[in-house]
Nanobody, 116 residues
Framework: QVQLVESGGGLAQPGGSLELSCAAS????????MTWYRQAPEKQRELVAA???YYKDSVKGRFLISRDNVKNTVYLQMNNLKPEDSAVYYC??????????????WGQGTRVTVSS
């Protein structure tokens, strides 16, 4: 059973940057696509980025997902943050050969607040 722990959230000013991390233990299987989701209050969880080079339109050019297979960690670099980016961010993954198969249970997430 893989466990995922997100970190790196916090308070940022509009236009600022944050880097989120998602540490997986014991490891991320090579056939898994890794993803970052977010959920704002009273909204559904939405896919933000995936290591297939998918990005939600509203974050294209501002967010960058990356994966370190040695450290078993996935990152989300978020630049030029906007108030509408405020949400709890979660990472997970899915089997590229069976997309309905998630890597792990959803974790606690990490909260990002963008405000002046």
């Amino acid at each position: 059973q893989v466990q995922l722990v997100e970190s790196g959230g916090g308070l940022a000013q509009p236009g600022g940057s944050l880097e989120l991390s998602c540490a997986a233990s014991p490891a991320i299987p090579k056939n898994y696509v890794m993803t970052w989701y977010r959920q704002a209050p009273e909204k559904q969880r939405e896919l933000v980025a995936a290591t297939t080079n998918y990005y939600k339109d509203s974050v294209k050019g501002r967010f960058l997902i990356s994966r370190d297979n040695v450290k078993n960690t996935v990152y989300l670099q978020m630049n030029n943050l906007k108030p509408e980016d405020s949400a709890v961010y979660y990472c997970n993954g899915y089997d590229q050969y069976s997309p309905d198969t998630l890597l792990a249970s959803w974790g606690q997430g990490t909260r990002v607040t963008v405000s002046s």
